[in-house]
Each structure stands twice: as structure tokens, then as C-alpha cells.
């Protein structure tokens, strides 16, 4: 049975984040921990943000001169975390997303803005938890199979909506 999950989420994006998102920011984290097996209450940091902050994480982090979609910072090592003292939650670490990038992948990609969030949150849910896919692999394919699996749950299929919008 999974933990009590708590996610504290920033808004520093230069463009506006659609109703809905947060809430789906939450289901999103809460889902792989359950998916994982993960049972200790956890906490995520999570920053909306936009593409010239994340492109400076991304060139003093991982020395990589150009904007990402999402970069994770995960805090433990080996299933090892910190504790907080207060709420004896396992600080998972941080999860930066540039809004306006998923808004372009979003485009892209033929799907929603929601689905592109939620599938960035699921993404570095799992790095959170020690997946990589870097190397590719193995491990770059169970790392997908996890991903799509989440977001098929949470009803986000590939160019489906999580959230219906009003056209405006």
C-alpha cells in the first residue's frame, strides 16, 4: 500500500500553466510510487519554469549549453533517502519543467498539453527512483513499459486528453 505523497509545486513558468495540470502533477507522482511498490510517505518538488531557466540547470548540471523539456534531481541512491524530520517522508527530489518546451512537444506530438506534463512527470518520476535510460538498452525499454503503463492507468493514452478543456 502506497505512502502518503506529498508535492510541493512551484510556478515559475513564463507562460500560463492550464487548470487541471497540478492536480495532474499529483496523480502523476502518486501512481508511479504506487506502480513502484513504493510504501514510505514521500515528498517531490516539482517547478514549472521556463525554457532559458532549465537551459541554465541544464548547462551547469549536465553541461549541455541548450533548453530540455524536464530534468529530475534525484535526492537518494540505491532506494537510500533523506528523511524529513518533520513528516518522516522520503525526499524523493526535484522535478523542473519547462512549460513552454512541453508546449511545443505537445504540438509536435499530435496530443494534449496535459498528456505531454504527464508523461514528463511519469519520466522523471521513475529517474527519482533510480531508473535510467541513458545507456539505452534494457533499461531504457523497461523504463518505457513503466511510463506507458502509468499513463495508460491515469487514462492518458497516447493523443488523448487527461483534462477536457472549453474551446475558447
Keep these: 500500500m502506497p505512502g502518503k505523497v506529498k508535492v510541493l509545486i512551484s510556478d515559475e513558468s513564463p507562460v500560463p500553466v492550464p487548470s487541471g495540470v497540478r492536480l495532474l502533477v499529483r496523480k502523476c507522482c502518486a501512481a508511479v510510487l504506487e506502480n513502484e511498490g513504493f510504501g514510505s510517505p514521500a515528498e517531490i518538488s516539482v517547478t514549472f519554469t521556463g525554457d532559458e531557466y532549465i537551459?541554465?540547470?541544464?548547462?551547469?548540471?549536465?553541461?549541455?549549453?541548450?533548453?530540455?523539456?524536464?530534468?529530475?534531481?534525484?535526492?537518494?541512491?540505491?532506494?537510500?533517502?533523506d528523511i524529513n524530520p518533520s513528516t518522516g517522508a522520503k525526499l524523493l527530489g526535484d522535478i523542473v519543467i519547462s512549460v513552454p518546451h512541453a508546449v511545443k512537444q505537445a504540438e509536435e506530438y499530435g496530443h494534449s498539453l496535459q498528456r505531454e506534463i504527464g508523461f514528463l512527470t511519469v519520466h522523471s518520476m521513475l529517474h527519482l527512483l533510480g531508473y535510467d535510460h541513458e545507456n539505452g538498452g534494457v533499461e531504457e525499454v523497461r523504463m518505457r513499459e513503466r511510463e506507458?503503463?502509468?499513463?495508460?492507468?491515469?487514462?492518458?493514452?497516447?493523443?488523448?486528453?487527461?483534462?477536457?478543456?472549453?474551446?475558447q
Design 148 to 167: 506507458e503503463k502509468v499513463l495508460m492507468e491515469l487514462g492518458l493514452k497516447r493523443n488523448e486528453s487527461y483534462v477536457m478543456e472549453n474551446p
Design 55 to 81: 537551459a541554465q540547470l541544464n548547462k551547469t548540471y549536465r553541461h549541455k549549453d541548450c533548453s530540455t523539456d524536464v530534468l529530475s534531481f534525484p535526492l537518494g541512491e540505491n532506494g537510500v533517502y
